[in-house]
């Protein structure tokens, strides 16, 4: 019998009550919960209005990648939402409760979800959930990536901050939707395109674009999410002596590009091997090397 | 001692095992449920995605508005998020059980949630919620009402399925941060203006305008949900002879109507007092003609 190659590990639960500051009846900030057994009301504001915020971190070798960055991006959107401000310490130290509760793995996945609690009482729910990280090694090789429209214009977001650009939040549901169509068209993933024609993001991922000795990503002022990979995989590059740029691109301009990314926590580097109808060239070199980079693994990374 | 206005009556959950068609392992399709006891895996993608859909139906006098409008705008957004086919007898059969198990109250707001289900199992999570309805007797004598851009333009959503456009989902972040820019304004609701200058609809209600004996609201079409308070009243306003329409309006068009309102199915008929910096007239006598129509109570009426 083969075993499989990622090991199912039993996931881990860390509930949270300190999330927004200490709990109010003293008892201790987080404790380790049940997975497998219910643990939200159906009047939590997450499951009757999708409201709430999270972080998806890669844990890889026991070691959390960008946790602090991840971090202050959920405090950043808990703010655009107006959720009560965080306690980062406490939200720290049960991420890495959640890592020592769960069986040792090479690739961990952990979320951090903070809602807006259950209706009326104006405490946030929070939780940290781990579990082996879903095997990715399928995407090296190339995805395919349709472009699709996002319905908005990159001047829109910044003067109308109750459209959340730059929030992480769990209303998702036009991404999964957006990543349906994508199978759909016999793709793998979507590349999101303002009205105005310009390139954004993936649902759930940051854009790379080289050309040559310049690597471009999308502003975070065009209504992306400002990414924590693109942070550090710019760093390197930047050391290396390349040319690092946020600049609203086209899809021809990317299409037309010596190569392409998306960049995201968990499935971390998937070359871009075809957008729409165009063949983009994958190198296996620089991708092992971003890989490592969003491992935390490259020499001189984070 | 004086009384509560609205008696707290406990809130009663059925849990609907069979939205999807008939519980693999015979059981019974719905069952009552601990509304106050945690019922929801938190790898329900309702709490990781905000990926489910909903309704919410007033109870009148025991009597559920606008009950199979309500199901099959459900069974629609269903359709358009691509969730199973959902059995609307056995949610009608619930809906009844919920209202049956609850207090007998004038007002009941009865929730009907259905989710895409804990990650991976393929099977929807569906709950009905029924609760004694808030209040809102403090909007008949007119709410103060901002307009704030929604970021999409009136003709994008038609082509673009996966923006979701009529689809009520429970991705409703940005709903949520609208109305609480509008508190901010010192205003008490929102109406969403498209990027081509259009009125399009409330964060949780639908636009009705009057001019004299013509009665507007915005087209389908235009990327709103289609009301199911709207199909009520123009129903009635019809035999009464007066002309009814589904046109594009500007701010301006709805600030200079004789009056108009934003219809829900729980809030009801709630008359624009204020648009912006512009007054409207409140009319007293037709706001109560509309809520006896919500209510399924008018004359002639569903």
């Not at 990715?136 to 429209?149: K, M, N, Q, Y």
Request: include cysteine; charged fraction near 20%; glycine fraction near 8%.
């Amino acid at each position: 019998m083969t075993q499989p190659s990622t090991p199912a590990h039993s996931p881990v639960l860390v509930w949270v009550m300190g999330a927004a500051g200490a709990p109010a009846d003293g008892s201790e900030p987080f404790r380790l919960g049940k997975a497998d057994e219910p643990q939200l009301l159906v009047t939590d504001l997450v499951a009757t209005r999708g409201d709430g915020v999270f972080e998806t971190i890669g844990v890889f070798d026991g070691t959390p990648v960008n946790l602090d960055p991840h971090l202050r991006r959920l405090a950043r959107s808990a703010e655009l939402v107006e959720l009560p401000a965080l306690d980062l310490t406490v939200l720290a130290q049960a991420v890495q409760a959640a890592i020592d509760a769960h069986a040792p793995v090479p690739e961990l996945t952990v979320r951090v979800m903070v809602t807006r609690g259950v209706e009326g009482s104006g405490t946030p729910t929070a939780w940290i959930h781990a579990r082996t990280a879903e095997d990715w090694s399928r995407c090296r090789e190339g995805i395919a990536v349709v472009t699709l429209d996002r319905g908005l214009s990159t001047p829109v977001p910044r003067p109308s901050p109750w459209l959340l650009p730059g929030a992480k939040t769990l209303s998702y549901a036009v991404n999964m939707a957006a990543t349906r169509e994508a199978v759909r068209r016999g793709a793998d993933d979507v590349l999101f395109v303002s009205t105005d024609g310009y390139c954004l993001e993936g649902p759930t991922s940051t854009l790379l674009v080289q050309h040559g000795d310049t690597w471009t990503t999308t502003p975070a002022d065009a209504g992306v999410l400002p990414g924590t990979s693109i942070a550090s995989v710019f760093e390197v590059l930047r050391a290396e002596g390349a040319t690092v740029r946020e600049e609203l691109m086209t899809p021809d301009q990317v299409a037309s590009a010596d190569a392409a990314w998306l960049l995201s926590s968990s499935r971390l580097a998937a070359p871009i091997a075809r957008l729409d109808d165009t063949r983009l060239t994958v190198d296996a070199h620089r991708t092992a090397q971003l890989i490592s980079v969003l491992k935390g693994q490259y020499p001189g990374s984070r």
